[in-house]
């Protein structure tokens, strides 16, 4: 029947038919819109379809598509999507597809030869082990609302997600390219107006950028780090373009040493981070400025203190080191597998912090894990770093020199160890579902996506695909 149509109709008057089929059909649709009036949700929704088709369209032939997305949504979208917010949203889109194309289309389920892999999906296995045995009584007290245990086991297991989406997808050079360039076009305003350079720029960063966003130790590890290895080691950029990073690295570090310097982890992170890529990439010029920096330190130590010790900082240090040890001693009952994500939080009301008895969270990512996964979760997650810093270092002396990968594998290996560093302050590599939650990823997602990009860069260098 459609030959037959075809062959009465010419082919501009098909187009004329889909035209007034088309323009019809959104005729009728605003009318409804305008008929039910529906809530802003529903509305979003129907006018959010057209883009989701065409997403869904160019997911299926280029599914890199979905991580520049992802860069994009993370960072470029002000407000959030709940209840799991855009990058949680997004990332089960990437991984539901994912696995749809591998079970259902290709019928074959394949991962990368890289040593980086099996500490993730073990990881993955006592995060699930980890939420069944938290069901269980272990206090008198029940454990954390369903839902947010879910949300716990969500927030790890869509991360190790991200690393292995751009693990797998990533097969050529230039979308790491658009990936790591567009998170600096997208943030680049942000350092700009966090430094109140222009007129009412406290107003346009809190209206173009969202607060998990701003407030995320590792967004600005991530961007420093990257940045600053793109203008320094990279050659081959454009030099007004490696400038304009530069710079832009200068500004981000005086907004984070000069103007917001109470808040540690907006700049101890990150100076960890350039020092050990300057270490890694450089180890010459390392060790007269690590001198210089240590003089440093010893001559302004007491300014130091001061700002980080001193104050509402001393406080928070003082609350710190006591959840530390309550949380411990609560996860001891379980010290194998941990209580179950999120379910530590309910139990700190039976243990006085200071005298009091309220809930509290550790502020440390690694008490964090220990309490959710227990001892094997701890040790997954080092095995897994521990790993990835190790193919890092092999392969920065494996691919072209004073090229955007030589420049990426720098950035990456800095950011990793600041990323570490900043765990320890109580900032998310893996967030914790009662402090920043799902929202929280917002940050902590470019750890992940930008390290997966090491075991992309190492699947290139198995298949020689040409590398910058």
């Not at 006018?47 to 520049?68: K, N």
């Not at 050529?172 to 076009?185: C, N, V």
């Amino acid at each position: 029947m459609t030959s037959n149509l075809q062959n009465l109709l010419t082919t501009e008057q098909i187009r004329t038919i889909v035209r007034v089929v088309v323009i019809t059909g959104v005729l009728l649709l605003s009318a409804g819109i305008a008929y039910l009036q529906p809530s802003t949700m529903i509305l979003a929704a129907v006018l959010g379809l057209p883009l989701a088709i065409v997403g869904g369209v160019g997911l299926i032939r280029w599914p890199q598509i979905g991580l520049i997305l992802l860069v994009l949504g993370a960072v470029a979208v002000p407000f959030q999507v709940p209840p799991l917010g855009i990058v949680a949203a997004i990332l089960i889109v990437l991984l539901g597809w994912w696995i749809v194309d591998m079970v259902a289309i290709r019928r074959e389920i394949l991962l990368v030869t890289s040593p980086t892999i099996p500490p993730l999906l073990l990881f993955s296995a006592v995060v699930v082990l980890s939420f069944i045995v938290g069901q269980l009584p272990w206090f008198s007290v029940t454990q954390v609302p369903f839902d947010a245990q879910i949300a716990g086991v969500s927030i790890f297991l869509l991360s190790f997600a991200a690393f292995i989406l751009v693990a797998h997808q990533i097969r050529e050079l230039k979308w790491l390219k658009w990936m790591t360039y567009l998170f600096f076009i997208c943030v680049a305003p942000a350092v700009i107006l966090s430094t109140n350079i222009l007129p009412r720029s406290q107003y346009y960063l809190w209206s173009l950028y969202n607060y998990n966003m701003m407030g995320s130790s590792l967004l600005w590890v991530w961007l420093v780090v990257m940045m600053f290895s793109q203008a320094v080691f990279n050659r081959k950029l454009a030099l007004p373009w490696r400038v304009a990073l530069f710079v832009l690295t200068l500004l981000r570090l005086y907004v984070g040493l000069w103007q917001t310097r109470v808040w540690t982890s907006g700049w101890a992170p990150v100076l960890v981070a350039l020092a050990v890529t300057i270490w890694v990439a450089r180890p010459r010029f390392a060790v007269p400025m690590s001198m210089v920096g240590g003089a440093t330190l010893i001559v302004m130590f007491q300014q130091i203190f001061n700002a980080v010790v001193i104050g509402d900082n001393e406080y928070s240090t003082i609350t710190r080191l006591e959840a530390w040890k309550i949380v411990a001693e609560i996860a001891s009952v379980n010290p194998i597998l941990g209580l179950g994500p999120g379910n530590y939080r309910n139990y700190t009301v039976l243990y006085p912090i200071l005298g009091w008895y309220v809930r509290f969270n550790s502020h440390n990512n690694y008490v964090d894990i220990f309490a959710q996964t227990g001892i094997l979760g701890l040790v997954c997650y080092f095995w897994f770093f521990f790993m990835v810093a190790r193919l890092g270092l092999r392969l920065r002396t494996q691919v072209p020199h004073g090229g955007f990968t030589q420049a990426f594998i720098f950035g990456a290996l800095g950011g990793l160890a600041g990323s570490l560093f900043a765990g320890v302050l109580g900032d998310w590599v893996l967030p914790f579902v009662y402090n920043v939650g799902v929202y929280g990823m917002r940050g902590s997602i470019f750890a992940w996506l930008f390290l997966g990009g090491l075991v992309a860069i190492e699947q290139m260098l198995a298949r020689n695909v040409p590398l910058d």
